[in-house]
């Protein structure tokens, strides 16, 4: 928690049970989406805050989409 205390962020990959298309990148402010083979999504990549992660939760509930996981990376020591 002292990366996200200190406004660092952390880095986050969160799964979703479908592709997203090039339309909703916009909705996901800098996150990387990845279609998988297996017809899930991942979102990647820093958010600044617990608000920010609400925030791109609150967005996958409103397009109807299912929340497979939520995963928080530590970053490496020395590292920001």
């Known amino acids: 928690m002292a990366n996200v205390a200190a406004g660092n962020g952390a880095q986050y990959e969160i799964r979703i049970n479908c592709h997203l298309g090039d339309q909703w990148l916009d909705w996901f402010d800098g996150l990387t989406v990845t279609n998988l083979p297996n ?5 990647t990549g820093e958010l600044a805050d617990q608000a920010a992660l609400h925030g791109v939760l609150n967005r996958i509930r409103d397009l109807g989409l299912t929340l497979i996981a939520v995963n928080r990376h530590e970053h490496a020591e020395g590292t920001n």
């Open 39 to 43: 017809g899930e999504a991942t979102l």
